[in-house]
């Protein structure tokens, strides 16, 4: 099977600009969750997506947000960029069930802020 | 919410000798303890999880130690290798019954392999 992917793997933007980052999953898999990468905060969750229903949050401002499609393809966007938003930000797809929680996790959108 | 705190943050060891990293965990409903491995410029990968039904599991030269009752778990390699080299990650999440889903991370260990 085809692993997760992510596009773009690159992107840089200005501040007060906005992103939308795609993730699309693991065939079969229901669950997407998303990721922010940085050296200081480590991995921090951001959101989980289980057929096209938001089931977790994390403690992002609400600039950040996302959706999931009937394909399970999630799509995050963040408003009104800030510096500090520069991150590899990461998802990560899992079947969603109990019994096969494993997350498999993309390669990543490296997020320049300038 | 939970808090996983992840010992050492940076760890150096020879060939051939064995490596140990630590976290602890705070919310005593977490029950699934993954560790992902992530080299430089690429992205994570599990390498070995546990339930916490299990104390204990081993996949070749990794195993990984779970003591419910102190909170923490460890990832143990054994003869380890230059190809061992990266971040090693682990993570905590609460799975079952009106779960949880998320993985709350450790801060990671930067582990380096002198040959």
């Known amino acids: 099977k085809a692993g997760v992917t992510q596009t773009p793997r690159y992107l840089i933007k200005t501040r007060g600009q906005q992103v939308t980052l795609s993730c699309s999953p693991i065939?079969?898999?229901?669950?997407v969750s998303w990721y922010q990468q940085t050296p200081g905060q480590g991995l921090q969750f951001l959101f989980e997506?289980?057929?096209?229903?938001?089931?977790n949050k994390g403690n992002f401002p609400g600039r950040f947000s996302g959706r999931q499609f009937s394909n399970s393809r999630s799509e995050m966007n963040v408003s009104t960029l800030e510096l500090g938003d520069s991150a590899l930000y990461l998802c990560?797809?899992?079947?969603?069930?109990?019994?096969?929680?494993?997350?498999?996790f993309g390669p990543g959108t490296r997020l320049t802020v300038l | 919410g939970e808090n996983v705190e992840q010992h050492p943050s940076t760890l150096s060891v020879q060939e051939g000798d064995s490596a140990v990293i630590k976290c602890t965990y705070s919310d005593s409903a977490s029950n699934y303890f993954p560790w992902y491995k992530q080299e430089l410029g690429k992205r994570p990968q599990l390498i070995i999880d546990i339930r916490s039904n299990v104390g204990e599991k081993k996949d070749q030269r990794i195993a990984v130690t779970l003591n419910k009752t102190a909170k923490h778990f460890s990832l143990h390699i054994t003869e380890t290798q230059p190809e061992d080299s990266a971040v090693y990650f682990c993570?905590?999440?609460?799975?079952?019954?009106?779960?949880?889903?998320?993985?709350?991370f450790g801060k990671g260990t930067l582990l380096t392999v002198n040959p």
């Open positions: 993570a905590a999440s609460k799975i079952g019954g009106g779960s949880n889903y998320k993985l709350t």
């Open positions: 990560a797809s899992s079947l969603g069930t109990v019994q096969t929680d494993t997350q498999y």
């Open positions: 997506y289980f057929s096209e229903t938001q089931r």
């Open positions: 065939s079969g898999h229901r669950s």
